[in-house]
Each structure stands twice: as structure tokens, then as C-alpha cells.
């Protein structure tokens, strides 16, 4: 069973970037799907952005194109997520999580297909 430890969370200015790391252990990266969700709250947990197992395919929400990019380092067991121009909006918990999978092609954007999930970074985007 893989556990998943985020880091990389903190207090930026509106405009500001972020780099988020998601560092797994007890599993072999290379075998999951990863995506990244944030939650505030009273809200429920969305997603931000996916990659496949070979990292060739990536999908993110409409909001963040252009600004997020996710990525995988598979020999570090690590995936990440590079916030550029961060709005207040983006502001909340964000959750990196993995799902088994044996498609190496095949991403997912929905939380309840995901079988591991880390315990969040907060993020905040001042204005």
C-alpha cells in the first residue's frame, strides 16, 4: 500500500508561484495514475490536474490551463505540481492521489476512481 506525503504548500501574493511535491513511499510510483484535487471549505474536493502512468498524457480543469503544470519523476517516486500566476481562487487544501492502474494511457479526473490519497497542503493566495 503506497502513502503519499505532500509538501511544497504556503502564503504567496496573488501572482505568485508555487511548487507542490507529492513523495510516495511503500509503493512503486510508476504503477499509478496521479492526479492533484483541492478542497476549501464546505466544499467538496475538486480536481486540478492528472497524469497518465508514462506521463505522456495530462488533463487539467478549464481554470488552471495554462498556469498548472503537473509532472512525474519516477525514479524519485515523486510527482509535482507547478502553480504559476496563482489566483486567490486557487486558494485551499490540495491533495495529491494515486490510482491502480494498468494503462499506461488512461487518466482520471474523478476523486472516487482514486485508491490513495495524501493528507493535503494548505495554499493560499493573498490578494
Known amino acids: 500500500q503506497v502513502q503519499l506525503v505532500e509538501s511544497g504548500g504556503g502564503l504567496v501574493q496573488a501572482g505568485g508561484s508555487l511548487r507542490l511535491s507529492c513523495a510516495a513511499s511503500?509503493?512503486?510510483?510508476?504503477?499509478?495514475?496521479m492526479g492533484w484535487f483541492r478542497q476549501t471549505p464546505g466544499k467538496e474536493r475538486e480536481f486540478v490536474a492528472a497524469?497518465?502512468?508514462?506521463?505522456?498524457?495530462?488533463y487539467y480543469r478549464d481554470s488552471v490551463k495554462g498556469r498548472f503544470t503537473i509532472s512525474r519523476d519516477d525514479a524519485m517516486n515523486t510527482i509535482y505540481l507547478e502553480m504559476n500566476t496563482l489566483k486567490p481562487e486557487d486558494s485551499a487544501v490540495y491533495f495529491c492521489a494515486a490510482k491502480v492502474i494498468s494503462s499506461f494511457s488512461i487518466i482520471s479526473k474523478w476523486a472516487h476512481q482514486y485508491d490513495y490519497w495524501g493528507q493535503g497542503t494548505q495554499v493560499t493566495a493573498s490578494s
Open positions: 497524469i497518465s502512468r508514462s506521463g505522456a498524457n495530462t
Open positions: 511503500g509503493g512503486i510510483l510508476s504503477r499509478y495514475t
